[in-house]
């Protein structure tokens, strides 16, 4: 009996020789093949996949998501009795409520309510470092594309270390959304998310010195947030990054400005995936969260929710939106307090080089204090809702309410002091600055819309020629001082608003001719601070080229 010819293998071809539809020997040599040898393609090289699996005859299935939040919302009721902590391997899915049909089934065979928001993550796989985790599921053309935008080419650990002390100096107390000690120790093995990290770096390069910028390759700080911006996209785009919590504090991170380095991933984008994420996980409803979370994450959650409620408030009130994401009857989290710091590194404010010397107990007031500012947003936004017969009596309420919040602040964030004081400020000055001109702004909007509702008045104006003449002490305050490149970039969206108000009013009868001189002479100089903060943030140039046209057209120049 003839012996049978057994078949041989088709041989297959790399990925990249694959895509250039070339010859590859990576069959008979292995990968890496000798042309990609040759072009330098050694990191990339890999066979294509067989289309089918020889396992099961079909072709096997890809799972982008750790677990599936069905199967969670049944089965996760046997998590430990003890709370995850930050240490803790953790993976966090959708909060599912008591209506939903999988929750009922629960119940209907004797299950406990499902906890739904951490569970414990499996040792099924381990990687040797967060690159190889982060890429494991990825496509081989994913791969390429990863490779090719040079998304793990990091700068170096002193730039990063440098880039990481500007953003808890400057930035971190209007947006403390991470937890500091878990985040050093994280970078310092080389295990935190790439990006988190290139959204954290890219909201500090406009505050970094030219010498860090030169390092990375780039002469102005506009190139080098485009190219973290595209890094940090790609690594969004190919589900890099699997952890919601990392998604959600990298979306907060990019929607800082409201620069847009693409049509369809602007600001808003961020913050509407941020605010999203964040519903999903069951932020917005701590009281059922709270029994599963050692007290570090959920000070952290806590930071994290007002935190977005801030932006929400602030874009609602700048025209950047028209709606808020979540109701205060469908939110049970209490305002943010101090004590909700408690993972927050400690300093005098002066401007140490120890990172653990970096975010101040006045820094964290000032958080707080603002979500106050907040709250109060919040009820002229409810009031405004309800239409014109209740405005008038409702404004004069909230105006009480922002007279008992100035009242009730510390002796050390009196905005006087601040004006009078001589010495050299310091990250507690700028703080505290941000936050009474935060509230100055809501003044002068409030009478806005109230002039809008039921009509202008005397009185009406003159509240706004106040509030807005406080607001203009302050800005030429940071001038002066020196400190007008390091204030977030909402309060040039605030201070835009309160010029164009100015712009506005000084066309009403009953605007007086001694008020419209004063105010003309103080809005010169407010062009100075757009001309300013223009070096810093780029959309600045559109606000002073508009307030600029808007001045000649009005005859007041």
Same mark, same amino acid.
């Given at each position: 009996?003839a =012996?049978k010819?057994?078949?041989g293998k088709k041989?297959?071809?790399?990925v990249?020789?694959?895509?250039r539809?070339?010859r ?7 990968t ?5 040898? =040759? ?6 090289c890999?066979?294509?996949p067989?289309?089918r ?9 890809? $799972?982008r ?13 046997g998590?430990s009795?003890t709370?995850?902590?930050?240490d ?8 599912y ?6 929750t009922?089934?629960g119940?209907?065979?004797?299950q406990?309510?499902p906890?739904?928001?951490v569970q414990? =993550? ?6 040797? $470092?967060r690159?190889?985790q982060?890429i ?15 998304v793990?080419?990091?700068p ?12 808890f100096?400057?930035?971190y107390s209007?947006m403390p ?13 080389n295990?935190? $998310?790439?990006?988190v990290?290139?959204a ?5 390069l406009p505050l970094?010195p030219?010498?860090?910028?030169e ?9 080098a947030?485009?190219e ?15 952890s919601e ?5 990298? $979306? ?14 602007t600001?808003r984008f ?5 605010s ?12 059922d ?8 994450i ?17 874009l609602?009130l700048?025209?950047?939106?028209d709606?808020?994401?979540v109701?205060e ?5 209490s305002i943010?307090e101090?004590?909700?710091f ?5 300093s005098n404010g002066t401007?140490s080089?120890d990172?653990?010397?970096?975010v101040?107990?006045?820094q964290?007031?000032c ?6 500012l907040?709250?109060?947003c919040?009820r002229?936004?409810?009031l405004?809702q309800?239409?014109?017969s209740l405005f ?9 309410h ?7 602040l510390?002796?050390e964030m009196?905005h006087s002091?601040l004006?009078q004081?001589r010495a ?8 505290i600055?941000v936050?009474?001109?935060l509230?100055h ?12 509702r039921?009509?202008?008045s005397?009185?009406i104006?003159t509240?706004?020629?106040?509030a807005?003449f406080?607001?203009?002490?302050l800005?030429?305050h940071?001038?002066?001082r020196g400190v007008v490149c390091f204030?977030?970039?909402f309060v040039?969206?605030?201070v835009?608003?309160?010029?164009a108000?100015e ?5 009403s ?13 103080d809005l010169r =100089?407010?062009?100075e601070?757009?001309e300013?903060?223009a070096?810093i ?8 080229s508009?307030?600029?046209?808007a ?6 120049v």
């Open positions: 009996m =012996k010819q057994l078949k041989p297959r071809a790399c990249p020789c694959h895509e539809k070339v590859c020997d990576a069959t008979d040599v292995g890496p093949c000798s042309r990609c040898i =040759k072009k330098d393609r050694v990191e990339v890999q066979l294509v067989n289309p699996s020889r396992v099961s005859g079909r072709a096997a299935p890809r $799972s998501a750790a677990t599936g939040h069905a199967k969670i919302a049944i089965t996760a009721h998590v009795g709370p995850p902590s930050l803790s391997q953790q993976i966090v899915v959708e909060y409520r008591e209506l939903n049909a999988l009922i089934l119940h209907a065979l004797g406990p309510a906890p739904g928001l414990r =993550k499996g040792n099924k796989q381990r990687f040797q $470092s690159q190889e982060e494991s599921l990825l496509s081989p053309q994913e791969k390429v594309l990863v490779h090719e935008r040079r793990y080419d990091l170096s650990h002193e730039v990063r270390n440098a880039l990481i002390d500007l953003f100096r400057h930035i209007y959304i991470v937890n500091y000690s878990q985040f050093m120790q994280e970078h310092s093995n295990d935190c $998310s790439t990006f990290l290139y954290m770096m890219m909201t500090v970094a030219g010498n860090i910028l390092s990375i390759g780039h002469a102005n700080a506009e190139m947030r485009f973290y911006f595209t890094r940090a996209r790609t690594l969004f785009d190919c589900n890099c990054e699997r919590l990392a998604l959600l504090q990298g $979306s907060l991170l990019l929607s800082w400005s409201q620069q847009s380095f693409e049509l369809n991933k600001a961020w913050h509407n995936n941020a999203r994420l964040a519903i999903q996980m069951g932020l917005h409803r701590c009281v969260i709270r029994p599963q979370l050692d007290v570090a959920y000070c952290l959650y806590r930071r994290i929710w007002w935190t977005i409620q801030q932006r929400d408030v602030l609602l700048t025209g950047f939106k709606t808020r994401h109701t009857e469908e939110c049970d989290t943010i101090l004590r909700d408690e993972e927050s590194p400690k401007r080089n990172n653990r010397d970096l101040c107990n006045v964290e007031q958080f707080v204090h603002i979500c106050k907040i709250v109060i919040v002229f936004w409810q405004q309800k239409g014109c008038g009596a409702g404004l004069r309420n909230i105006n009480e922002l007279g008992t919040w100035r009242a009730n510390p002796q009196d002091e004006i004081s050299t400020w310091d990250l507690r000055h700028e703080c600055l936050m009474h001109l509230s702004y809501l003044e002068v909007v409030l009478c806005r819309t109230a002039a809008m039921i009509g202008e005397s009185e104006v509240k706004i020629s106040r807005a406080e607001g203009r002490q800005i030429q940071a001038m002066i204030m977030p970039p040039m969206d605030c835009a608003q309160i010029f108000i712009l506005q009013m000084m066309q009868p009953e605007c007086a001719a001694e008020v419209k001189l004063f105010m003309e002479a =100089k407010l062009q601070y757009f300013l903060t070096q943030w780029p959309e600045a140039k559109l606000y002073s508009a307030l600029c046209v001045y000649s057209k009005l005859a007041l």
